[in-house]
């Protein structure tokens, strides 16, 4: 395995935690772009596309299917696929509902667990998500399923099952709960600067799309602040 990687455009490494012919899961580092955008800083699918150019001594431009993303400022575990049949089942099982997806995240307050349904419209101008009604333009189902690990200082350890996957939607729907995830900068007004988003991607679930076997991938959060105040 490799290192935990740096930041932004320092990023030259990062951990391998599930690699075979068809398939590559690795940990994205939290302020890495899911893919290239404008910002020009080095993103997770051009960093594996060295990795794997570099390991296999592959000549000209590598295939690497970008089929789930991550928020810039979320890390964890993330899947991409090294063919393109292995990138459409994929893309088959995420459609579906059949590739399951955990997180955790560290919110403000005491909440309950349970289920959070919303309905959520995605402003493209400022790249943000808000809590709408159900008739509204571009308004789309949100829910996730949620329990309580454990409370230490108003802040709360949660981890959070997703079955569908809007834009910015753990964010979101916890901020509208009366929970903000701890130093979020977009919906959170009580973060301050300099502290990590406390989300991180911990388990994928899924079926092999060429074995047909199911496979569970894991990562855990750094021990650092917030996540050290919790066992788990």
């Known amino acids: 395995m490799r290192g935990v990687g740096k930041m932004a455009k320092s990023v030259t490494q990062v951990q391998i935690l599930y690699e075979d012919n068809h398939l590559l899961a690795a940990v994205k580092p939290q302020g890495v772009p899911s893919q290239a955008d404008a910002s020009g800083d080095a993103d997770i699918v051009s960093i594996l596309k060295e990795y794997i150019k570099d390991k296999y001594q592959k000549p000209g431009n590598v295939f690497l299917g970008h089929v789930h993303r991550l928020d810039r400022p979320t890390g964890g575990v993330m899947l991409f696929a090294r063919t393109s049949k292995a990138a459409a089942r994929i893309s088959d099982q995420i459609r579906s509902g059949k590739f399951q997806k955990t997180y955790y995240c560290v919110c403000e307050g005491r909440p309950l667990g349970g289920v959070m349904q919303d309905y959520l419209v995605k402003d493209p101008e400022d790249h943000t998500s808000r809590v709408a009604n159900p008739g509204d333009a571009g308004a789309?189902?949100?829910?996730?399923?949620?329990?309580?690990?454990?409370?230490?200082?108003?802040?709360?350890?949660?981890?959070?099952?997703?079955?569908?996957?809007?834009?910015?939607?753990?964010?979101?729907?916890f901020s509208n709960a009366g929970h903000p995830l701890y130093a979020d900068a977009r919906y959170n007004p009580g973060a301050r600067a300099g502290q990590w988003l406390a989300l991180w991607a911990v388990k994928i679930r899924f079926v092999h799309p060429v074995k047909g076997e199911p496979v569970t991938i894991e990562s855990r959060p750094p021990r650092i602040a917030p996540w050290d105040l919790f066992e788990y």
């Not at 189902?141 to 949660?158: F, Q």
């Open 140 to 173: 789309k189902l949100a829910r996730l399923e949620y329990s309580v690990i454990d409370t230490r200082d108003n802040l709360s350890l949660c981890s959070v099952d997703l079955q569908t996957g809007r834009s910015h939607q753990i964010r979101v729907q």
